[in-house]
C-alpha cells in the first residue's frame, strides 16, 4: 500500500542548528515525491520535488531508494523556517493523487 | 496561485445542515481535488476528479457529494453535516504535462466549523 510517514509530529530546534525532517514513504512503483510547506495562516506551497533537484530557501532533499526516504535538510535553520511540513507522494495512475504524510511543525527558536 | 479561489474563506453551521464549498481554478486545469487537514491527520483526500463529469473516491469521502458539470468548478457538499467535519478544507488542481508531474496547486482553505 502506499503510505507516506513522517515520524515526528514537533521538531524544536535553535536559529543556526541543522535540521532534518524525515520521511518516508512506501510505494511499489517509481516514486514522485514532494515537499510541501505551510506557513501560519497562509496556503500550501511546493517546496521541492525531488525530480528538480533544487534547493529553496536552503533546504535540500534527496531521494534515497535503498532506504525509502526523502529526507529535508537545511544547515542552518532561520526563525522563518518554522512552519508545518509536510511530505507527499505522487500516484501518478490515479491522476495524480497526492498522498501526504502527517506532516512535522518545525519551530526555530531565537 | 491566485487562479485557485475557495469560498466562503470561513463557515460556522449546525448539525444536520448541508454545506456547499465552493472551489473555481482559472487554468482550466484537468484533475480538481479536496483534502480536509485535521491535527494529526496531515491531509487527507476527500474526492478527486480528473476532468468534466469524471469524480472519484479518495481515502475519506463518506457524507461528501462532489461534482464537476464545468472543468473549473469542483463544489463539495456536506449532505447533513456532523461534528466530525469540522475541519479545514483545501481545494487543488493539477495538468500534466509532456516533461514532467506538474505538482497540485492549493487555494486558501475553507475552515468550517460544525456546532
Known amino acids: 500500500a502506499q503510505r507516506v510517514t513522517q515520524p515526528e509530529k514537533l521538531l524544536s530546534v535553535f536559529k543556526g542548528a541543522p535540521v532534518e525532517l524525515k520521511c518516508n514513504y512506501s510505494?511499489?512503483?517509481?516514486?514522485?515525491l514532494f515537499w510541501y510547506v505551510q506557513y501560519s495562516r497562509q496556503r500550501l506551497q511546493l517546496l521541492l520535488r525531488?525530480?528538480s533537484r533544487e534547493s529553496i530557501k536552503g533546504f535540500t532533499a534527496d531521494l534515497n531508494k535503498g532506504e525509502t526516504s526523502f529526507h529535508l535538510k537545511k544547515p542552518f535553520a532561520q526563525e522563518e523556517d518554522s512552519a508545518m511540513y509536510y511530505c507527499?507522494?505522487?500516484?501518478?495512475?490515479?491522476?495524480?493523487?497526492?498522498?501526504f504524510g502527517q506532516g512535522t511543525e518545525l519551530s526555530v527558536k531565537p | 496561485d491566485a487562479g485557485i479561489t475557495q469560498s466562503p474563506r470561513y463557515k460556522i453551521t449546525e448539525t444536520g445542515r448541508q454545506v456547499t464549498l465552493m472551489c473555481h481554478q482559472t487554468?482550466?486545469?484537468?484533475?480538481m481535488f479536496w483534502y480536509r487537514q485535521d491535527l494529526g491527520h496531515g491531509l487527507r483526500l476527500i474526492y478527486y476528479?480528473?476532468?468534466?463529469?469524471?469524480?472519484d473516491k479518495g481515502e475519506v469521502p463518506d457524507g461528501y457529494v462532489v461534482s464537476r458539470s464545468k472543468t473549473e468548478n469542483f463544489p463539495l457538499t456536506l449532505e447533513s453535516a456532523t461534528r466530525s467535519q469540522t475541519s479545514v478544507y483545501f481545494c487543488?488542481?493539477?495538468?500534466?504535462?509532456?516533461?514532467?508531474?506538474?505538482?497540485?496547486?492549493f487555494g486558501d482553505g475553507t475552515r468550517l466549523s460544525i456546532l
Open positions: 525531488h525530480i
Open positions: 510505494y511499489s512503483g517509481s516514486p514522485e
Open positions: 487543488a488542481s493539477s495538468e500534466r504535462d509532456q516533461v514532467a508531474i506538474a505538482p497540485q496547486h
Open positions: 476528479s480528473a476532468a468534466a463529469d469524471i469524480t
Open positions: 507527499a507522494l505522487l500516484i501518478y495512475n490515479q491522476g495524480g493523487k497526492l498522498i
Open positions: 487554468w482550466s486545469h484537468s484533475y
